[in-house]
């Protein structure tokens, strides 16, 4: 049974929607105002909209007006129907797009598909040159340890503390990566045909896992900034949950990716709640925690009331260098010899050299964050400049923290810039890669982890590669 859009809520996020010429018919305004909203991912992809007549009831409409709708979204490919079931929401099959200029001789393109940091190299060398001197003391042993090293899970389990987090040594397990820590628990906590509830838009590797786990993610659309303060739709959160039987619940509170958002505290204790209620087990990615740029946020999400069973995933390679692959999984010591045992079919521990090397980074914590969180600001504000001054249609709500930002572009073509901008000597990433089966058409995400003249000629390749692009179509326009 398809999750169904309810006629309220759908009232709700259309927002002013109403033509103000009357030579625009009402039904393709609201056709478009539709359209939009499954382009934006603010519509998932699969679920049903309303009856004809809830709809028509909630906006004051005549039913003709809102069959007339949803007969022009089933004409272009917005909604798809099935013989005795509600219509769904779908992507229509845009065509590709040729004849893309070639890419200026001599120009490597700049790749900005990746929002993860460099070394800080002094930082670094130093810890892993600690870790040479300690290594020493692990030769007597076999060197295998599922949950990790008893110094890093300790130094790790002192970070949360002084966060607000009261958190034992028995309560972390060590991982190679937090990838590798959310497939441990997708492969522990859900079955094949689960549903999972995620953000929507999120991160695309976490999506991957959940596929390849064969459970369903369910996506929950955040809201734009522009009309709520509050991100996350937790009414919308609780529904799917309940809608779905969902047995588990992945957010990215802090920071979030690709938005940048962050979960306002009593948001964090109601998200908690919810999942207390409806017993699904709720999985928070912290893995950007520590790159706050403006003001840290809020108190972990497993400090709220009755957080004893939130699960909180972090990593050591969005804070210190992505080729760092070391995280980490705080949960109940019961969960964690679950995941223990489940972790040999995979891997049998993370690498002792890396896990002593960051427990060195994790000890000296604020000396190493607080001047990458200098580079990360001016490489913030050099691009938010820069597609001020290039792209000024593009809008983009700046970021309070994290790696990058989430632009929206006028019309709906990212899945065709992403394709001939390497022509033009810069890669990116689509939109539709951090949604659930597409939709983002309209967004691109953009990391500032380059440097501020890199950010900028990124920014211009970009714009050269947008310009070619029909909105109408997608294609690229023919060059003369």
Excluded at 155 to 172: F, H, K, W
Excluded at 214 to 233: K, Q
Excluded at 242 to 271: C, I, K, W
Excluded at 341 to 369: F, K, N, W, Y
Aim: aromatic fraction near 4%; charged fraction near 20%; glycine fraction near 8%.
């Amino acid at each position: 049974m398809a999750r169904v859009v309810g006629a309220s809520t759908l009232a709700r996020d259309l927002g002013q929607w109403r033509p103000t010429s009357r030579h625009r018919p009402v039904y393709r305004a609201l056709a478009d105002a539709i359209r939009l909203l499954v382009n934006d991912g603010r519509i998932p992809l699969g679920v049903a909209l309303p009856s004809e007549r809830d709809l028509a009831g909630v906006l004051e409409l005549s039913r003709t007006t809102v069959t007339n709708t949803y007969a022009a979204l089933r004409e272009e490919g917005y909604l798809q129907s099935r013989q005795g079931s509600r219509s769904t929401v779908a992507l229509p099959t845009r065509p590709g797009g040729a004849g893309s200029p070639p890419r200026p001789a001599g120009a490597a393109a700049i790749d900005m598909t990746h929002a993860a940091v460099t070394a800080p190299p002094e930082e670094v060398t130093r810890a892993y040159a600690a870790a040479l001197q300690a290594l020493p003391a692990y030769y007597s042993g076999h060197g295998i340890d599922p949950v990790g090293l008893t110094v890093l899970r300790r130094a790790i389990a002192r970070r949360y503390r002084d966060r607000g987090l009261p958190t034992e040594v028995d309560q972390i397990m060590v991982t190679s990566g937090a990838q590798q820590a959310w497939r441990l628990l997708l492969e522990v906590l859900a079955s094949p045909g689960d549903r999972v509830v995620v953000d929507h838009p999120t991160y695309p590797n976490a999506l991957e896992a959940i596929r390849r786990t064969a459970a369903r993610a369910v996506p929950v659309p955040l809201l734009p900034a522009e009309t709520s303060a509050a991100r996350w739709d937790l009414a919308a959160t609780g529904d799917a949950i309940r809608q779905t039987g969902a047995s588990l619940v992945y957010v990215l509170p802090d920071f979030h990716n690709p938005t940048g958002a962050v979960m306002r505290a009593d948001d964090r204790a109601e998200l908690v709640s919810i999942a207390h209620r409806t017993g699904a087990t709720l999985v928070v990615d912290e893995s950007m925690a520590d790159l706050w740029l403006d003001e840290p946020p809020p108190p972990p999400v497993a400090a709220a009331p009755h957080g004893h069973g939130v699960v909180t995933v972090g990593s050591a390679s969005k804070s210190y260098w992505g080729g760092l692959r070391v995280g980490w999984i705080r949960a109940s010591p019961t969960l964690i010899s679950r995941l223990a045992t489940s972790r040999a079919a995979e891997d049998i521990g993370t690498p002792i050299m890396d896990q002593l090397a960051c427990g060195e980074l994790v000890a000296r914590h604020d000396d190493v964050l607080t001047p990458r969180r200098d580079v990360l600001r001016r490489g913030r504000d050099a691009l938010l400049t820069a597609v001020a001054e290039v792209l000024p249609e593009w809008r983009v709500d700046p970021p309070p923290g994290g790696l990058s930002m989430w632009l929206r572009m006028p019309e709906p073509v990212s899945t065709a810039l992403a394709a001939v901008a390497p022509a033009h000597g810069v890669v990116v990433a689509a939109g539709p890669r951090f949604g659930v089966e597409g939709a983002f058409e309209h967004h691109v995400r953009l990391p500032f982890t380059e440097s501020g003249d890199r950010l900028r000629t990124a920014v211009e390749r970009l714009a050269s590669a947008y310009r070619t692009l029909d909105p109408h179509t997608g294609t690229t326009r023919m060059v003369l």
